[in-house]
């Protein structure tokens, strides 16, 4: 593809050297089977009109405003929170930066030790997304889906099952810490940052009507102390992102002079708390959008 060919418009106000050679898609596929966090509405997208009998085509949608890939809204949790409309767009297009922890196991939690290592990368104004590797789970929220993961005896693999929403999950200390160093806006590869449900209320579809009262047997709902933390700071939390290892991969890949820029730009909806995003991300030049 030549450098001029295919680029959406968002990205035109890039100067000539600094032209997006490669996009990386970082959204979920929004269809019936996307998995539904317990007692939110389920998506739809049926046809409303068709080009045979009507002569145009036209789909009737329906979702919650945290399917799929979406940005949760400071209203999300707060009262007097600001809605996606109240946000200015530079928060939705900015410098990331990508942090590997897929080394977590489910329901593992990840803790600012974790993070330590790579602080000294963090940078005020950052968007910092967390690359558990969940993302390769999705849809697989109604019964657990066996994978493999290496044995401990050479050339053989044992079998796991795994379910989308028994990924590992963010302490309150690293929102705590990722705050104090300037960063208001953390994305993540799974349902939520915090503890998600796990009980068979969790299924693919969801149908308004879970209970979203248990994480399993036994186990106390989540506080949602990571969502309080960064949100009630101002800040936004990106949900169910997808292909960060390829990101990953050209971020470490890339000159020192280089930089990855993600756009998160949600629907422009009056007064809702989060909204379903196209996520993208690509390499410039740094100090490009200074």
Excluded at 68 to 96: M, R, Y
Excluded at 97 to 114: G, M, N, P, Q, T
Excluded at 147 to 160: D, E, H, K, L
């Amino acid at each position: 593809m030549r450098a001029n060919e295919n680029i959406p418009r968002l990205l035109l106000w890039l100067p000539a050297h600094d032209m997006v050679h490669t996009l990386i898609d970082l959204t979920q596929l929004l269809d019936t089977n996307i998995p539904v966090f317990p007692g939110d509405p389920p998506f739809s997208s049926r046809p409303f009109s068709s080009v045979s009998r009507d002569g145009y085509s036209v789909h009737a949608l329906s979702c919650s405003s945290h399917a799929g890939t979406h940005i949760d809204a400071p209203a999300h949790f707060l009262v007097d929170g600001a809605t996606v409309d109240q946000l200015p767009l530079s928060t939705f297009i900015l410098p990331a930066l990508v942090l590997d922890v897929s080394h977590k196991k489910a329901r593992e939690c990840i803790a600012w030790d974790s993070v330590v290592p790579v602080a000294d990368r963090i940078r005020p104004g950052t968007a910092v997304l967390f690359r558990t590797g969940w993302s390769r789970y999705w849809g697989c929220s109604n019964t657990a889906t066996a994978t493999t993961r290496p044995s401990s005896t050479p050339g053989s693999r044992q079998p796991t099952a795994h379910h989308y929403f028994d990924h590992p999950w963010l302490a309150v200390d690293v929102a705590e810490q990722l705050l104090a160093l300037g960063v208001r806006v953390v994305g993540t590869d799974t349902m939520n940052p915090d503890q998600s449900p796990s009980h068979v209320s969790a299924v693919v579809g969801g149908d308004g009507g879970g209970d979203s009262g248990t994480e399993g047997e036994g186990e106390p709902l989540s506080d949602f102390g990571f969502h309080m933390a960064i949100l009630g700071a101002g800040g936004i939390i990106v949900e169910n992102l997808t292909n960060l290892d390829l990101l990953q991969a050209a971020q470490d890949a890339a000159e020192p002079d280089t930089e990855v820029i993600v756009s998160l730009l949600p629907l422009k909806i009056a007064g809702c708390d989060g909204t379903p995003i196209r996520a993208v991300a690509w390499l410039q030049h740094r100090g490009s959008m200074s």
